[in-house]
């Protein structure tokens, strides 16, 4: 069985969606790893961008990512990428998660490390982000990313902007890179039975964080043209805070004004467990539960 | 990782509940092994039994399995034996529960193969129960064991008990031993805002299958004294087929013909998940769902 090791998630983000060799050869430092597990990896070509998805012990996955990272460095030239994506480097963005037995500081102990070694080994500026982050107005990625690749040779420069680890120079080719550690997203869509975009985007207004909502709720309405509804669709940013459940009844009593119901929701891509769990003991009214009885912490731990 | 493994879990019942010496001696057998967890082990003196719940693939687990059959059949004298819970033998019974990547028809024929390994190593009967059982009549636990060790002598004699593996004959000192696998019990408790037993009773009648309730539902009422409440205790013996959520939802229905209100539940011991997320995906109305959306199911592969 897997023992107690410590096991995070890494969701590199590579700015290279079209070219299946290139792709190809990063997403292959991944695979056939001892203690490194490849989960997922979706390249989108008007993004011209591939997102990996990776579980696995901290120092094998590092080992992993580090390869990767050479590879991507080597083959992606910045001056010539197009995409609709915002983008700043090659490797564009490294978010890490934790998954088991590892805490959130340790996590962004792990991600300031890598931080580091990849400034040293690639000579590449890093700025650290969300968790991991030096200074409140670096959490925000997007803070960070304003102005893209194109703009980041100038911006580097201001004080402000001073990288966390490595130059204060892009790298000619890769750019900058952004590391830091997270909280699993949950992206968490709630359908209505209604075709009125205003009713949808006026509940995403009212449960996300932003406008007044629940703190780690971010929301907007969609039109599901094929299907004649709407949706609210969700990125919960901390499900051990903020709910899904409670997103979703939040839901309901706001669609409840307009006399529209929930036609049902879905969650895309993957969830924790916990996430379900804790929806499944609050509709149940359990007492006392805890995730040492389910099956699975069992035998992963 | 874990790599693409088959899990079978494995509960096997020692007739030894007060001799530590001798329990240890049987659950060491589980401890230290590679591909093998020792998940849980309680002894009741009373009961004078020990439950080991532990969970492995097939192989090693049937190594350790055997060594520790052979510890209590050394260690356990029936013909001394005292204790309140029905019993037949020194090894009393020893489900299989598919865990990961096993079909229900795998379990059953690793418990077929355990069962004649066991019989011819120890020359013991074995009865083949539940999933396994080579005929209706024998599906049911309780009617293999009717009579106990003491009666099991002459039982075991006549034509339609014949044993499915080893001699029709008991073991002088170790009696007889029952093997088959089922599906994973969900002890699952639902409490009750009177103190009135007689509607818990009534509830418990309406919600099982054995009264015209619900297939894979077993049910009976509780007083819950401390609390001044009563309690639809049930086991659900096929949560994939009978939810928890339905169980509970019925019993919130028929509650309230009483005017009464479900103040919470509980879950004793261990839970697959997928009994929680099965609840969660209800409640939330999710649509297309997968269980290989959940981040533990892919890292458990």
Same mark, same amino acid.
């Given at each position: 069985?897997?023992?107690?090791?410590?096991?995070? /998630?890494?969701?590199?983000?590579?700015?290279?969606?079209?070219?299946?060799?290139?792709?190809? @050869?990063?997403?292959?430092?991944?695979?056939?790893? /001892?203690?490194?597990?490849?989960?997922?990896? /979706?390249?989108?070509?008007?993004?011209?961008?591939?997102?990996?998805?990776?579980?696995?012990?901290?120092?094998?996955?590092?080992?992993?990512? =580090?390869?990767?990272?050479?590879?991507?460095?080597?083959?992606?030239?910045?001056? @010539?990428?197009?995409? /609709?994506?915002?983008?700043?480097?090659?490797?564009?963005? $490294?978010?890490?998660?934790?998954?088991?037995?590892?805490?959130?500081?340790?996590?962004?102990? $792990?991600?300031?490390?890598?931080?580091?070694?990849?400034? %040293?080994?690639?000579?590449?500026?890093?700025?650290?982000?969300?968790?991991?982050?030096?200074?409140?107005?670096?959490?925000?990625?997007?803070? $960070?990313?304003?102005?893209?690749? %194109?703009?980041?040779?100038?911006?580097?420069?201001?004080? %402000?902007?001073?990288?966390?680890?490595?130059?204060?120079?892009?790298?000619?080719?890769?750019?900058? @890179?952004?590391?830091?550690?997270? =909280?699993?997203?949950? !992206?968490?869509?709630?359908?209505?039975?209604?075709?009125?975009?205003?009713? !949808?985007?006026?509940?995403?207004?009212?449960?996300?964080?932003?406008?007044?909502?629940?703190?780690?709720?971010?929301?907007?309405?969609?039109?599901?043209?094929?299907?004649?509804?709407?949706?609210?669709?969700?990125?919960?940013?901390?499900? @051990?805070?903020?709910?899904?459940?409670?997103?979703?009844?939040?839901?309901?009593?706001?669609?409840?004004?307009?006399?529209?119901?929930?036609?049902?929701?879905?969650?895309?891509?993957?969830?924790? =467990?916990?996430?379900?769990?804790?929806?499944?003991?609050?509709?149940?009214?359990?007492?006392?539960?805890?995730?040492?009885?389910?099956? %699975?912490?069992? $035998? =992963?731990?």
């Amino acid at each position: 069985m897997s023992g107690m090791k410590q096991l995070i /998630q890494c969701i590199p983000n590579f700015s290279e969606g079209r070219n299946l060799e290139k792709i190809e @050869t990063i997403v292959n430092s991944f695979r056939g790893k /001892q203690g490194v597990k490849l989960l997922d990896y /979706q390249s989108d070509s008007d993004h011209n961008r591939t997102v990996v998805t990776v579980v696995g012990e901290p120092d094998p996955l590092k080992t992993a990512l =580090m390869e990767a990272l050479g590879s991507a460095i080597d083959g992606i030239d910045m001056r @010539t990428h197009k995409g /609709q994506h915002p983008r700043m480097g090659a490797v564009d963005v $490294i978010p890490f998660i934790p998954v088991k037995k590892i805490s959130m500081k340790e996590a962004v102990d $792990i991600s300031r490390k890598v931080a580091e070694e990849i400034s %040293e080994k690639y000579n590449l500026p890093v700025f650290l982000y969300e968790e991991s982050a030096g200074r409140p107005e670096r959490r925000n990625l997007s803070d $960070i990313r304003k102005g893209q690749f %194109e703009a980041m040779a100038d911006k580097i420069k201001q004080p %402000e902007w001073r990288p966390d680890f490595g130059p204060a120079k892009i790298h000619p080719t890769a750019g900058v @890179t952004a590391v830091g550690a997270r =909280m699993p997203l949950v !992206a968490f869509n709630v359908n209505l039975h209604t075709d009125r975009l205003a009713i !949808a985007n006026d509940i995403a207004k009212k449960v996300r964080h932003s406008s007044g909502g629940l703190r780690y709720c971010k929301a907007m309405g969609v039109a599901l043209k094929e299907k004649n509804m709407v949706q609210v669709s969700m990125n919960m940013t901390d499900y @051990t805070k903020t709910a899904l459940y409670r997103s979703f009844e939040l839901i309901k009593t706001e669609a409840a004004r307009y006399g529209v119901t929930v036609a049902g929701s879905e969650i895309v891509g993957l969830v924790p =467990m916990e996430a379900l769990i804790d929806t499944a003991v609050y509709y149940l009214g359990m007492e006392n539960f805890s995730m040492e009885q389910v099956l %699975e912490t069992r $035998i =992963m731990e």
